[in-house]
């Protein structure tokens, strides 16, 4: 059994340094990527996350590890052939957590199947020794047999080709562990609310524990802002008058039941109202539905889906599916904020790359960002190389094209599979035959595993990101919150008040995450605080 972390020896380890190699602020997909990259290239590297590890946008993806269809569409055959090669590495690097995934493109037109078709066998061309299948043209009967709610009218076929799916979340939590193995220092609800400069460059950062108060003032060789949607408020911390870096874009998804397209196979919609594509996805037993692009102004850390966003979702898919879902199929709604780098004023969201970028201010702080979850490992790589000349560190190899990520395992099946090499350790644990909820797949083993070697706080950290139960079941979730509330407690040694608490906050957030109606009836922990409402 492995030695529980516990997130008193990682605050240990923050006064146990006078200077790191490397702190990087932000823990999404790019930080941690970039966390590992440094660590396993043998720099002291501290990671500072403000709220939970991927809280953002990095836990709320289509949860598809792809090139980019409509990156192919629009002529960036760079991105697509780079996101395509990395496609490949994390399917070699993680296989416990990236599996093929098939994907249905229906024609209803004569022409729509040779004309994807040529589309596609040049994906299939561009992901070269690393490419999942090759993809090929379906008549009729083999589409339906693949995808057997597509509408039947007038369908003559269509195109298979394949890419790549995994949980986003649970890839974080993968990453985290990744570099606490290579020796890393991972903190979460440690916002940073300074830089600390030293004859014009930055030199460190102030930090705040949310949970106790205590300030810390942390000295690094060099400053990463990897904060994603968030990364101009860092920016502005080191310039104050620093123009904007980002256009946002809000995705939203919906999830339903799995009757809505039963199978294996994915549905991918190559155009729609708004220029993007559609995909409805199976994912954990349910499918997800999804995505728009609507442009916001401003980066919040729960993006609200907009009215019009969940009918546009509900009518696209009508179109092609039957039975197709409503309203009161959904089982969850989710937005997330993509940081597309800004261009000209009246370019659409939808029309932007997701290319990252590099960013070195005179003071010294290297900011990363743009990109996807595919390219994560390219994105964290080209980081660490530039940050690593930046700080004056000594040149290193880097060494994750090839790195097997914690937990990696060949093997494949069985409900806790995303936990790789730990799911048996996972069952050893008491609660591994009791779930949380009749209509939600996980173990109260689960929430003592997330307490004990996964640094989750909060109820929402398991509901929300070390398991997905928010994103299955909104609903489901909301009335295991208060059993969670009751584990985690015994795990960290809280009391009834901080249970009835955290049942509180999170009926707050999971609202959002559930239609408008009627909400579900949630006990209280015993001996909850008269001042605690739901």
């Known amino acids: 059994m492995a030695i529980p972390l516990k997130r008193s020896s990682q605050l240990n380890a923050l006064n146990a340094s006078d200077q790191w190699d490397l702190i990087i602020i932000g823990g999404g997909a790019t930080g941690l990527g970039a966390a590992v990259d440094a660590a396993t290239r043998g720099y002291r590297t501290l990671l500072l996350e403000a709220h939970d590890f991927a ?27 780079e996101a395509l090669r990395e496609r490949g590495l994390l399917r070699r690097n993680a296989p416990h957590l990236v599996r093929d995934l098939g994907f249905v493109v229906p024609a209803y037109n004569w022409w729509a199947g ?73 903190l979460n609800y440690l916002p940073v609310t300074g830089l600390i400069k030293t004859r014009g460059r930055v030199a460190g950062v102030l930090v705040r524990d949310a949970e106790t108060g205590e300030e810390f003032e942390l000295r690094a060789r060099g400053v990463i802002n990897a904060t994603g949607v968030f990364v101009d408020e860092i920016r502005r911390m080191d310039e104050p008058d620093a123009a904007k870096m980002l256009s946002l874009s809000q995705g939203v998804h919906l999830v339903v039941d799995k009757r809505f397209l039963p199978g294996d196979s994915a549905v991918m919609i190559p155009r729609t109202d708004d220029g993007r594509v559609l995909f409805a996805v199976p994912w954990h037993d349910r499918v997800v539905l999804g995505t728009t692009d609507t442009s916001v102004e401003r980066a919040t850390m729960e993006p609200r889906p907009l009215e019009e966003e969940v009918e546009f979702i509900l009518r696209t898919a009508a179109r092609y599916l039957d039975p197709s879902p409503g309203r009161t199929d959904v089982l969850s709604v989710f937005a997330g904020l993509r940081p597309l780098v800004k261009a000209e004023k009246d370019q659409s969201t939808a029309a932007l790359s997701r290319d ?34 930046v700080a004056g ?4 190899e880097c060494r994750t094209q090839r790195l097997h990520l914690h937990g990696w395992t060949e093997r494949t099946g069985g409900a806790l599979q995303a936990y790789g090499s ?86 707050q957030l999971a609202s959002a995450y559930q239609l408008p109606g009627r909400p579900p009836e949630i006990t209280l922990p015993e001996h909850a605080p008269a001042n605690a409402t739901l």
């Open 114 to 186: 040779p004309y994807y078709g040529v589309g596609l066998k040049l994906y299939d061309l561009l992901a070269g020794k690393l490419n999942l299948a090759s993809s090929k043209q379906l008549g009729r009967d083999a589409a339906l047999q693949r995808a057997p709610t597509l509408r039947h009218d007038g369908l003559r076929g269509g195109i298979l080709y394949f890419d790549g799916q995994f949980d986003d979340a649970r890839l974080a939590i993968t990453l985290l562990r990744t570099f606490q193995n290579a020796g890393g220092t991972a």
């Open 393 to 396: 560190l000594p040149p290193r």
């Open 55 to 81: 809280k953002g946008t990095s836990s709320r993806s289509t949860k598809l590890v792809h090139g980019g269809v409509r990156y192919l569409a629009q002529g960036n055959i760079g991105l697509v052939r």
């Open 422 to 507: 730990d799911a048996d350790a996972v069952l050893q644990l008491e609660g591994a035959d009791r779930r949380l909820h009749p209509d939600l797949p996980d173990l109260e083993a689960q929430v003592r595993w997330a307490a004990r070697f996964e640094l989750a706080r909060t109820v929402e950290d398991v509901l929300s990101r070390r398991t997905r139960a928010l994103l299955l079941n909104a609903r489901a979730s909301l009335e295991a919150a208060p059993r969670v509330a009751e584990l985690l407690a015994e795990e960290l040694g809280h009391d009834p008040a901080w249970q009835a608490e955290q049942v509180v906050q999170y009926q």
């Open 356 to 389: 990252h970028v590099l960013r070195v201010a005179e003071s010294g702080l290297v900011t990363i960002t743009g990109g996807k979850w595919t390219t994560y490992r390219k994105m964290g790589e080209d980081t660490i190389n530039k940050s690593a000349e």
